[in-house]
């Protein structure tokens, strides 16, 4: 079957780091996708890994292991903004997103 | 720039009700999609529609219909809700499968 796993919920403070993990299993593979969400707001997209390795874009970097099923999200220099749920999804081989339950993060000062 | 409008933002009904889920896009994108945001649950894909014209069933169907006679109009339809499609309706589209979706604001529904 088709499965994303990651943490249901982390606590980090303020201007620390946090690594966000994802493990997927799916039929085919076409892409590792974050998303962060807002609490009562739409998920709006973040990165993209489809090779193996560090995506960075900002304070936040994606990394994938295609071999180990395995994703994280890196987010540097956390801001109060930053609390919100984040959604790891993977793409499987018909280009539909299996979508994990999101990883609710939240930051402390 | 709007983007993509849902409505109702929220709605109550009654089990049994007929419900029409509103979604418009500005984009112009090829894909569009329904998901069901649950607590504790990934998005689950309601259904789907590649291009103006076609639609395919996502991982939750049952229960639901679509129509996407063209680009920017792409409703969901509850013929007989039932209080187990209580939950978060997200539309979203896509320029072809990128994986990089846009979504609406949510339709918030719930059946009693």
């Known amino acids: 079957g088709q499965n994303i796993d990651q943490p249901t919920e982390m606590t980090a403070t303020e201007g620390a780091i946090v690594q966000i993990n994802c493990t997927y299993q799916?039929?085919?593979?076409?892409?590792l996708f974050w998303y962060q969400q807002h609490a009562g707001e739409a998920p709006t997209f973040l990165s993209y890994n489809v090779l193996d390795g560090l995506e960075e874009k900002g304070r936040f970097s994606s990394f994938l292991s295609r071999s180990k099923g395995y994703s994280y999200l890196l987010l540097k220099e956390l801001q109060m903004k930053d609390s919100a749920s984040y959604l790891c999804?993977?793409?499987?081989?018909?280009?539909?997103?299996?979508w994990g339950a999101g990883t609710k993060l939240i930051i402390k000062p | 720039i709007a983007g993509i409008t849902q409505a109702p933002t929220s709605q109550i009904l009654a089990a049994g009700r007929r419900m029409t889920l509103r979604c418009t896009q500005d984009?112009?994108?090829?894909?569009m999609y329904w998901y069901r945001q649950d607590l504790g649950l990934g998005l689950r894909l309601i259904h789907y529609s590649n291009t103006a014209g076609t639609t395919g069933k996502g991982e939750v169907p049952d229960g639901y219909s679509v129509s996407r006679a063209n680009t920017d109009d792409f409703p969901l339809t509850l013929a007989s809700a039932v209080p187990s499609q209580t939950s978060v309706y997200f539309c979203?589209?896509?320029?072809?499968?990128?994986?990089?979706?846009?979504f609406g604001e949510g339709s918030r529904l719930t059946v009693l």
């Open positions: 799916t039929s085919g593979f076409n892409g």
């Open positions: 984009m112009r994108h090829n894909a």
């Open positions: 979203a589209s896509s320029e072809g499968n990128t994986g990089e979706l846009f």
């Open positions: 999804a993977s793409m499987d081989s018909n280009y539909q997103l299996i």
